[in-house]
């Protein structure tokens, strides 16, 4: 079909270690019409978000390698990342830790705990309609 656009579905990148939690949201973002691209740590997450460019990243924090901190940071100190919106999606419910996610730049906070993934897809789509 020549001429033809074909909409391209929103590229989601979740860096998450926990294989059945990225598992679950895999299954609820495709089912969501979302393309989803994950990873287990922080480097591979650093390095999927350069390379994948995804529309919005899902960041949890307590992960190998590199803490979700760390990628927050390296992220937003990068031109070709720093303007990807960022959901931190943890168990650390701390104000301390919510308010370092904030500083370094997340455009949320989600705690594991809190929601349901359904939840969180609409955080996502909720995020992208204002960005």
Partial sequence: MAG??????????LVEDEKMLSDMYVSKFSKE???????????E?????RK????????DIIIPKLD?????????AS???????VILLTNLGQEEDV?????????DYVVKS???????VNKVKSLLHKT
């Fill in 114 to 120: 809190d929601v349901t993934p359904a939840e969180v």
């Fill in 52 to 59: 994948a460019h995804p529309v919005l990243i899902l960041l």
């Fill in 68 to 76: 979700g901190f760390a990628v927050l940071k390296e992220l937003k």
């Fill in 45 to 49: 997450g650093l390095a999927t978000a």
């Fill in 99 to 107: 308010k370092k996610g904030r500083d370094l730049g997340a455009n």
């Fill in 79 to 85: 031109p070709d990342t720093k303007n990807i919106p």
């Fill in 33 to 43: 019409g979302f393309s989803i691209v994950t990873a287990a740590d922080g480097a």
């Fill in 4 to 13: 033809q656009v074909i909409a391209q579905e929103p590229k989601v990148l």
